[in-house]
């Protein structure tokens, strides 16, 4: 909060300086207003921080997988039509890759959804460490992850793809549990598979 404290300078001016941010203006031959101003600013300030934390975590609800921390379909949907609009623009290539976990169900009815949950977040990082940064790893929903890479073609695709398949496959230990995690991907290109994002996923 900023108070200005004067008192050389004029209604017109203090009326100014609030227009232009100021948080309060008082005359020195009133300082008795001081604390409660610095007091009540500080509140204020406060709540609005609050609330803006508020905000942004709204935010990241909307656009990310409240239990992987991946982007959701939402987010990845508009990246990838942003990616397919740039892919046209510069006439490079944009590989999409869908991928959904072999067997998944069988985790979730026999030991449970907490473990099927720890699984998916296990896996959603592991996805994760195997990509570049400007590609995207989301969770579209269930057992089901999408990932982009810009800028990738068929055969660079593919290599993704088994990185991918093998990082899930490597051995996975929840709660002392050994469990046998499968993955199945399927590949789309831009522009030889489709030319919007829709189709690309389908």
Known sequence: PFIFVSGTIGEEIAVEAMKNGADDYIIKNNL???????????????????????????????????????????????????????????????????????GFKEINDTMGHLMGDAVLREIGQRLQLQLRESDTVARLGGDEFAVMLPGVAQTGAELAARKLIAAVQEPLTIEGLNLDVHGSIGIAIAPEHGTEAEVLVQ
Do not use: C, G
Not at 38 to 64: F, G, P, Q, T
Not at 81 to 92: D, G
């Open 32 to 102: 008795n207003r001081l604390i409660p101003a610095i007091n009540r600013e500080l509140r204020d300030a406060e709540v609005r921080r609050e609330r803006s934390k508020a905000e942004e975590r709204i935010r990241h609800l909307a656009y990310y997988d409240s239990l992987t921390d991946l982007p959701n379909r939402t987010l990845f949907q508009n990246r990838l039509e942003m990616a397919v609009a740039n892919a046209q623009r510069t006439h490079n290539p944009l590989s999409v890759l869908l991928m959904d976990l072999d």
